[in-house]
């Protein structure tokens, strides 16, 4: 229906993604606004499975479009064939690689405006509206689709957006989508998988981040920016620079060619600030850096700059935040 | 004659740029403050085509013109001295090749040392022989279908890293040096031939200076280059040539030091203001920039003529050497005084610069040997006959 | 074996701290360069044909006729040949419109793999990659750090939120690769030198059978505000104590704001 509100569920073994939550909570709250349905396209393996319980989370119907193991981009047919049906306002798909895959076969496919990754959306008088942030972080701008354009508009909305509800205790009608007539992404399969051991922490979800940069010299010198991250319940990232020099591995680089992240608190520790990390962090909520070079660019955005060596400052730290937790 | 940089001159320097901020200038205090010499970085200038400028297209090389060899120096030597003396060694040992080889001896090592797989260094200088090339006192003995060489060599840059080298050595000791000394291409794993020790010096502390020694080291008769007797001239139009090199590191060295100023110097506040802004600074930079650019200009003038064979090559490859290398130890030593403490010590880059562009003064021909090169050629331009 | 890379020059990015542009004649400023994040294509392209996985690499732009050097660059980096889709109703294009006619002069081209880089962060941009297999109804294989080529099929490496999985695909795809394929090349001075010689066509729309009509439309977003982002409170600073008084200073700042 016009008004509708559609989202893109990715489940993995029958769990759905923290994304797929945020997304159903976002598009209930729209649906809301737009006075429609806010409806969950689900796919991955084992979506059939709990595709239902979206509705706990503000889906009133959820569509399966596959629940495979293929890759998600396999599943896009099927994507753009219930996007055809729906004739909704708006589809809010997660600004991650398979939400990104999706999005740009719907946008070819059906000629939609895009929009994002944005930080904020909501339907005003019947239209979609998104914030953005541009590149400086300086300016916030407001977007609308041009009148008259195709629906629904696409958008790429980024972690931490919108927060999921405890979950209440609606369940959403389930229906399949037809199978789709065969297609080039149907051939996209995964070769080999290669789950790394669970010790890595999917930075996108995290609260509190502890990032490092070239300041941290190296491999042994992301052992007191754990023990920080421990104390406080957080995961670590680092920057691109740290990444490229093999100190830590790439699924924690924080930064515009790596991971977005929002979390509450992120602290950078031996991180200059450069635009393409700030990118990465600039929407979480404080920003503490900590760094010997009084000029650093983390500085100016920066809540609280602390100028100093990170080697002495957070093992000092971790010390008195574990001392005012009495442990 | 005129000359003016071309688009491509312009783009060279620009590629010789990026390499040179991005993997080179970092790289340079390490190399100071180890004295080692930077095998990754001439891998990196052998891999982008830039040990083979001086080479023609058949052996490998890009052939570049003059003015484009000295602005690939220029760029390395504006991030690191050290750095550049991998290219100028690279022409210098081969300059006697080039002019007085064979084509089967060019055939022979060129390709190798345009691809800079194999690295070459000029042996003329001995303890007792700096300026007074004509006292040197190495010998080489034929003996039948070899020639035996016997003596040794000091301040040889890269000595201890080449793989081959042109050595000068006497082959007929009672006709002196001037007519009895000839040119010879000596293999570095030839038995005899050693490089006992490195100087430990001022500045382009990772440019290795070897002292060399040759006990008993025979070559083929065919290793010879030109004709026995023809060394000094060979070296003399060697230097002739190669000399326009340091003209152009010494160019590289200062626009570095005048770089360094004066983004320090906009940085820097002290009584309220930038320092850049008082105009006992800015009469400084003034006078530290056009005399760069004097000097590179000069340098370009005389590499216009090496490319034309101009008959006063010689007046006009020592003019660009003597105010290039003076310019370089001038503008580095303001540029130290510019950055007051800061300049003294190593973590900024310009007490480097200064120790390294005293060398532009010294080798390849000291300043004095320049003056009376122009002075020569000046005179006898001026129609005065010269005395005794 | 074919790849074509899909390039996009953009104004080089501003004032570096160099102040030696005295050194040029007269250039009045914007210098053109690569896209940074298309020389991880070019450069995961330019390896495919050094191991031998693949024949040729063709470069592909769409822009003004200037974008002609971003392409020279590209050559002097290696591969074989260029193709510039240039046309003055191609002037303000949008995404889509940018999708359409690479999707029709890769049609025309039909590589193996047509290959990306990871595209600006911006939404419309960063979809490209993926709209044009979807128009050309092509498999896609996205954010790679690493591509491979053989036996009639393509894979990328892709990280996952933890670890990561090899996607493949048979041939033909469209692929794009994300900065971790690693330091792309210099060109070297042959590079440099070569890349003159090699072929550059120019094609118009009319070339790839297209018109301006087929494009037109504009953009189908506008922005309808812009301001400055709420004006943050000043950094708070911490600076000359020792690390215990710091850390005593820095949790007390987290204790304030309920952090910990």
Redesign the interface.
């Known amino acids: 229906m016009a008004n509708d509100i559609l989202f893109l569920a990715e489940f993995t073994a029958g769990t759905p993604a923290r994304s797929a939550l945020e997304l159903a909570a976002g598009a209930a709250e729209l649906a809301i606004q737009s006075g429609g349905a806010a409806i969950g396209l689900a796919y991955g393996s084992g979506a059939a499975d709990d595709a239902a319980s979206l509705g706990a989370h503000g889906a009133s119907r959820v569509i399966i479009l596959g629940d495979d193991d293929r890759p998600a981009i396999a599943h896009a047919p099927a994507a753009v064939a219930a996007v055809r049906d729906a004739g909704a306002l708006a589809l809010l798909a997660p600004a991650t690689p398979n939400g990104r895959d999706l999005a740009a076969v719907l946008v070819g496919s059906l000629h939609l405006p895009a929009f994002g990754p944005v930080r904020a959306a909501r339907v005003v008088d019947g239209v979609l509206e998104t914030e953005q942030a541009t590149l400086q972080g300086s300016v916030v701008t407001t977007s609308r689709p041009v009148e008259g354009v195709a629906t629904p508009s696409v958008v790429l909305v980024l972690a931490n957006t919108f927060t999921p509800g405890e979950g209440g205790t609606g369940s959403a009608d389930v229906s399949r989508a037809p199978i789709g007539t065969e297609s080039a992404f149907g051939k996209v399969t995964v070769a080999e998988s290669h789950p790394a051991d669970a010790k890595v922490v999917n930075l996108e979800e995290a609260t509190v981040i502890v990032a490092g940069g070239r300041g941290v010299g190296g491999e042994e010198g992301f052992g007191p920016l754990r023990d920080l991250a421990a104390a406080l319940g957080g995961a670590v990232g680092a920057s691109r620079a740290a990444a490229d020099a093999g100190w830590i591995p790439y699924q924690l680089q924080i930064g515009q060619t790596g991971k977005v992240v929002k979390p509450s608190l992120y602290i950078g520790a031996g991180i200059s600030g450069a635009i393409q990390h700030r990118v990465g962090m600039q929407t979480a909520e404080h920003v503490v850096a900590i760094n010997r070079d009084p000029d650093a660019p983390i500085g100016e955005f920066a809540d609280l700059f602390v100028v100093g060596d990170l080697f002495k400052i957070v093992p000092a730290l971790t010390d008195e935040i574990r001392r005012r937790s009495g442990a | 004659m005129t000359y003016l940089?071309t688009a491509e001159h312009?783009?060279?320097?620009a590629?010789v740029r990026?390499?040179a901020d991005e993997r080179i200038g970092p790289r340079a205090a390490a190399i100071d403050e180890t004295s080692e010499f930077p095998h990754d970085l001439r891998e990196l200038l052998a891999?982008?085509?830039?040990l083979g400028?001086c080479f023609g297209e058949e052996h490998g090389g890009?052939a570049?013109d003059t003015i484009a060899q000295s602005i690939l120096v220029e760029e390395l030597a504006r991030a690191d001295a050290t750095t550049s003396l991998i290219p100028i060694v690279q022409k210098l040992g081969a300059l006697p090749i080039i002019l007085a080889g064979s084509d089967e001896q060019k055939d022979r090592y060129f390709p190798r040392l345009a691809s800079g797989e194999w690295l070459i260094a000029f042996a003329l200088t001995e303890a007792a022989a700096g300026s007074d090339v004509a006292s040197n006192r190495m010998r080489a003995t034929r003996d039948g279908d070899e020639y035996v060489l016997n003596g040794s060599k000091r301040f040889i840059t890269h000595g201890s890293v080449a793989d081959v080298l042109t050595v000068f050595a006497l082959t007929d000791p009672a006709a002196g040096g001037r007519k009895g000394m000839s040119a010879f291409i000596v293999e570095t794993d030839t038995p005899g031939f050693a490089a006992p020790r490195v100087e430990h010096k001022m500045g382009i502390r990772g440019s290795p200076t070897a002292e060399l020694t040759f006990d008993d080291v025979r070559l083929p008769s065919a290793n010879v280059v030109g004709a026995e007797g023809e060394g000094f001239k060979i070296a003399m139009e060697t230097l002739d040539r190669s000399r326009l090199s340091i003209a152009a590191q010494a160019v590289g060295i200062a626009?570095g030091a005048l770089?360094a100023a004066?983004?320090y110097a906009a940085d820097r506040q002290q009584f309220g203001e930038r320092v850049v802004d008082f105009q006992g600074i800015q009469w400084m930079l003034a006078d530290m920039?056009s005399q760069t650019e004097a000097a590179r200009q000069l340098t370009y003038a005389a590499a216009a003529r090496v490319d034309a064979d101009a008959p006063d090559l010689p007046y006009w490859t020592s003019s660009a050497k003597l105010v290039a290398g003076d310019t370089a130890m001038r503008v580095t030593t303001d540029a130290v005084q510019i950055l007051g403490g800061y300049g003294y010590i190593t973590e900024y880059p310009v007490e480097r610069m200064m120790r390294d562009a005293k060398i532009t003064q010294l080798y390849e021909g000291t300043q004095q040997i320049q003056r009376l090169i122009v002075a020569r050629q000046l005179l006898q331009r001026a129609g005065v006959a010269r005395q005794g | 074996m074919k790849i074509v890379v899909c390039i996009k020059q953009v104004p080089a990015t501003g004032a570096d701290k160099r102040y030696t542009d005295d050194l040029r004649l007269d250039r009045n400023g914007v210098e053109a360069i690569i896209n940074p994040l298309d020389e991880y294509a070019i450069e995961q392209a330019l390896r495919l044909l050094d191991d031998g996985s693949v024949e040729s690499v063709t470069y592909l732009s769409m822009g003004p006729e200037q974008a002609a050097e971003a392409l020279r660059r590209a050559l002097a980096m290696g591969g074989d040949e260029a193709v510039l889709v240039t046309d003055s109703a191609l002037a303000g294009a949008d995404e889509w419109a940018t999708a359409r006619v690479l999707a029709a002069a890769l049609d025309k081209l039909a590589p193996d793999v047509a290959l990306t880089g990871m595209a600006s962060d911006d939404a419309r941009g960063s979809l490209v990659p993926g709209a044009v297999a979807a128009m050309r109804n092509v498999p896609l294989l996205s954010y790679g750090s690493e591509l491979k080529v053989a036996d009639g099929e393509a894979r990328v490496r892709r990280l996952s939120a933890t670890g990561f999985d090899w996607i493949a695909a048979p041939l033909p795809v469209v692929a794009s690769v994300t900065d971790q394929v690693g330091e792309p090349r210099y060109a070297s001075l042959k590079g440099i030198m070569a890349a003159k010689r090699k072929p550059l066509e120019t094609w118009s729309l009319a070339d790839l059978g297209l018109a301006g009509e087929d494009l037109a439309g504009g953009a189908l977003t506008h922005v309808t505000d812009a301001r400055a982002q709420e004006a943050k409170p000043p950094t708070e600073r911490i600076e000359n104590l020792s690390a215990v008084e710091a850390a005593a200073k820095i949790a007390d700042w987290l204790a304030a704001r309920k952090l910990i």
């Open positions: 940089p312009d783009e060279l320097r590629v990026e390499l891999r982008q085509d830039l400028t890009t570049l626009q770089d004066v983004a920039a």
